[in-house]
């Protein structure tokens, strides 16, 4: 059984680009929630997906985007970047069983370190 | 809107040592989950211990327990024995009935030898 993957490791951009990170989620899992960690912060909901569709979305402006894939795994995409945008980015994949009202453990992969210039 | 406090920002302990970390939470449900996630250095998130509030019986993982009290809305991590490998940032965490992870700001732990 594999774990969570989170591709590239750190990312630089500067101010105004865009950015796709990845996350393959673990071995049987269907769902897929993206976090936001600033530094010395715990990490902040940015959206989460099931079965392809998005399942809700935090407080983050329509420039943070994402897909889910067939296969589950997802992407989270940042258009214009912002020097706030510099943070750790977390991908969390679950096993959501349908009609089960947040029983799901979420489990963490590795991060990707995003730093905005 | 569901808050997670914890209000040790650092903590220290010595080796072999036991150690309690405190979390308060806040919210109207009454079925959800709660968590303790670890955070070395290298910034995995690793699942210590988990919850489930109609548990009245607390979560015991090896050298990790927690002292779940409902009616308080508190829900503290417990380590005995630590070890250096102790050494991270700890998050509580409360699962919303939509499959939402809230977090608590962490607090640091610092095992010494």
């Known amino acids: 059984e594999t774990g969570v993957t989170q591709s590239p490791t750190h990312l630089i951009k500067t101010r105004g680009q865009q950015v796709t990170l990845r996350c393959s989620s673990q071995?049987?899992?269907?769902?897929v929630s993206w976090y936001q960690q600033a530094l010395g912060q715990g990490p902040q909901f940015i959206f989460q997906y099931y079965r392809e569709e998005e399942n809700g979305r935090g407080n983050f402006p329509p420039r943070f985007s994402g897909l889910q894939f067939p296969n589950y795994s997802s992407e989270l995409n940042v258009n214009a970047l912002e020097l706030d945008d510099s943070a750790l980015y977390l991908c969390?994949?679950?096993?959501?069983?349908?009609?089960?009202?947040?029983?799901?453990?979420?489990?963490f992969g590795p991060g990707t370190r995003l730093t905005v210039l | 809107a569901q808050t997670v406090t914890q209000s040790q920002p650092e903590m220290s302990v010595q080796e072999a040592e036991t150690v309690t970390l405190s979390c308060t939470y806040d919210?109207?449900?009454?079925?959800?989950?709660l968590f303790w996630y670890k955070q070395p250095p290298s910034r995995q998130m690793i699942l210590v211990i988990r919850?489930?509030?109609?548990?009245?019986q607390n979560a015991t993982e090896n050298r990790f327990s927690v002292n779940f009290q409902k009616a308080a809305k508190s829900f503290s991590l417990k380590i005995s024995d630590s070890q250096l490998g102790d050494t991270a940032m700890y998050f509580c965490a409360f699962l919303r009935v939509d499959s939402k992870l809230v977090f608590g700001a962490g607090t640091i732990l610092r095992v010494k030898s």
């Open positions: 919210t109207s449900e009454n079925n959800y989950y």
């Open positions: 919850q489930e509030a109609y548990k009245q």
């Open positions: 071995s049987g899992h269907n769902t």
């Open positions: 969390a994949s679950s096993l959501d069983l349908a009609g089960g009202p947040g029983t799901d453990t979420q489990y």
